[in-house]
């Protein structure tokens, strides 16, 4: 009988595994993990054309990810071997190398594990999911996209920025918010933090429920 899993929530611990990647023939996800952040993303097959130019352009912002304390890695359910011919494949015709490991999920057991597999949209192939995980390996954010549209690296790479900003400063990110941008204090939990929120100098008030600040860029 096949292992059965639950799809995994936001806050949820990401679930480990060992797996066979482009840079290990068996590779431990937590210990590659350290204490970095990670992007983990699935694409439908190898050798697929908006998948090409999703791991292209993954493989040109490496190392604005890196700069945040972010690895990548990606995963669909071919071999190790085709994986291999695919990111030679693009190193010729794209003039792009992968620098991120790529899992090769024969068995499926990653992507059933993170919820991967929706048969409605194809009983053989993975959709294109994103998960975000923080170095304490919990989930901060799931991004699905159907079969046929491609991600946007840049709304990545915005999500990131805004998670690492509200764990660093304890304060939310408004509507399409991007570094520079003003952010939006929490409400007060107690009594006595009401008098700043009325009076604080350094707050732009819409309103009670509504507070902007500026951050320390």
Not at 186 to 195: A, G, H, L, R, T
Request: net charge neutral; hydrophobic share 40%; proline share 9%.
């Amino acid at each position: 009988m096949s292992e059965t899993y639950s799809m995994p929530r936001i806050g949820d611990p990401a679930p480990d595994f060992t797996a066979v990647t482009t840079h290990a023939p068996e590779m431990r996800f937590s210990e590659w993990q350290g204490d970095h952040w990670v992007v983990l993303f699935s694409h439908p097959a190898d050798f697929t054309p908006v998948c090409t130019t999703e791991l292209a352009q993954f493989a040109r912002r490496n190392d604005e990810f890196a700069k945040m304390g972010v690895k990548l890695i990606g995963l669909s359910i071919d071999s190790i071997h085709s994986h291999i011919a695919w990111l030679q494949n693009m190193k010729e015709k794209l003039d792009v190398e992968i620098p991120y490991p790529m899992i090769a999920d024969i068995d499926m057991k990653v992507s059933s594990k993170y919820g991967m597999l929706h048969p409605g949209a194809s009983a053989t192939a993975t959709v294109r999911a994103v998960f975000v995980i923080d170095p304490k390996r919990t989930i901060r954010a799931i991004l699905y996209y159907p079969l046929t549209a491609g991600r946007s690296v840049d709304e990545v790479v915005r999500l990131v920025q805004a998670l690492q900003t509200v764990d660093k400063h304890g304060v939310a990110c408004p509507e399409n918010w991007h570094p520079g941008d003003k952010v939006i204090v929490p409400p007060p939990k107690v009594m006595k933090d009401v008098p700043d929120r009325l009076t604080n100098p350094a707050y732009e008030r819409k309103d009670f429920y509504l507070v902007y600040k500026e951050i320390p860029k």
